[in-house]
């Protein structure tokens, strides 16, 4: 059963614009989300990560946002730059339950320059 | 940050062999380590949990006597694929947490070839 879902499993931006990849997710519970982005080959890296008890969480070009009522997360980047190209994976933990981290199936970005 | 060292990046072998791979802390003591398995253009697909000094935890499905797993230390966890088979070919990637900190650091990776 996935927990997490992330429906678009491509997108495709041009560069300068918004990109906006989108992860939801059914257990109510989860407390603590996060954004990781993966190279062809390599391990996932940490990008973003926000709590339940806010909304939107800001880093330089990326942003996310969390609708609990929804529930549903966004991440944005913007300007996109075509080293963005890259797999997106949402995670969800609830850290009252333990270490358990619930990936969606990941979303591949292209930008195109 | 953080940092996790996991080798070998590739490895090739004949079916039957043992593999094992090696996935280190380099700057943190790793209480829980995770062992995740990529199949292409599939999402992460958590194997096992191990935490030091204790046995793993597998997810249902995975064989524990196939992928072995030891956690020996605060800093090392390693996965042996036991007698691989050209299905077991795929990206194995490890993690690694300290104490509950929501933050997972993550290998490079290894990728299997099992002929």
């Known amino acids: 059963d996935q927990q997490v879902k992330q429906n678009s499993p491509s997108l495709s931006v041009q560069e300068g614009r918004i990109s906006i990849l989108n992860c939801d997710y059914t257990n109510s519970m989860f407390d603590y989300f996060l954004w990781y982005k993966k190279y062809p080959a390599e391990g996932p890296t940490f990008l973003i990560s926000?709590?339940?008890?806010?909304d939107k969480n800001e880093d330089g070009r990326f942003t996310v946002f969390l609708n609990k009522s929804a529930k549903h997360l966004s991440l944005h980047i913007v300007p996109s730059q075509p080293g963005d190209s890259a797999v997106y994976f949402c995670a969800a933990i609830y850290r009252l339950a333990g270490n358990q981290f619930y990936f969606g199936t990941g979303t591949s970005l292209t930008v195109i320059p | 940050g953080a940092v996790v060292s996991q080798h070998p990046s590739r490895v090739i072998c004949k079916s039957g062999t043992s593999v094992k791979i090696e996935c280190r802390s380099l700057d943190f003591q790793a209480t829980t380590m995770f062992w995740y398995r990529q199949f292409p253009k599939q999402s992460l697909m958590l194997m096992a949990t191990?935490?030091?000094?204790?046995?793993?935890?597998?997810e249902q499905g995975v064989e524990k006597d196939k992928f072995l797993i030891n956690h020996a230390s605060l800093t090392l966890s390693t996965l042996t694929v036991t007698s691989a088979h050209p299905e077991d070919s795929s990206f194995y990637i490890c993690?690694?947490?300290?104490?509950?900190?929501?933050?997972?650091?993550f290998g490079s990776g290894t990728q299997l070839s099992v002929l």
């Open positions: 191990s935490n030091e000094g204790s046995k793993a935890t597998y």
């Open positions: 926000i709590s339940s008890i806010k």
């Open positions: 993690s690694a947490q300290q104490g509950r900190d929501e933050k997972l650091f």
